[in-house]
Each structure stands twice: as C-alpha cells, then as structure tokens.
C-alpha cells in the first residue's frame, strides 16, 4: 500500500509546485489564466453543480421531513418501515 501512496502524494506535491510557478506569477502580472473557451466552460461547470447542489438539498430535506416523527408521533424503526419502492413494484 505504501508503495502506490507514496508516488501518488509525490506526485500531488509536484504538481502544486508547478502550479504555484506558473498560476502566480501570472496573477501578479494581471494575466488570465483560463482562455476565453476555460471560461464558458467553467461557468458550465458551475451552473450545473449549482443546481445539483439544489435538487440535491431539495431530495435531502424531503427524505428528513418523511423520516423525522412530527410533534408528538412515535418513530417508527427503519425495519418496521413501509418500503414504498417494494409496495409499487409488480409482483413476478
């Protein structure tokens, strides 16, 4: 195991050395460092990790609701759960 971690976080370091020697440099000179077509692209990127993000909180938060006991209801252990993906399914 040690053999395969250690060439990879060599690796990892040489490769935030190069960055460090190239992306500051840059920046302190006020030069870009994605070209115009970096740009579209990460502004893709980051759009659709932002609505993952929501639909991701928006499952998250409707699973705890239907999860979580309301006032005073008793919680119903996870083995004594209706599964409704087995109600639904057809039977074979």
Known sequence: MLRVLLPLILCVLISIVV???VA???RRQGRDLLTARGEEVFVKVKAGTDAAATKTTGLVTSAAA???PTGGEEATPVSEAPHSSTESAPQR
């Open 24 to 26: 500051i440099p840059a």
């Open 19 to 21: 960055l460090a020697l």
């Open 66 to 68: 239907k999860i979580r």
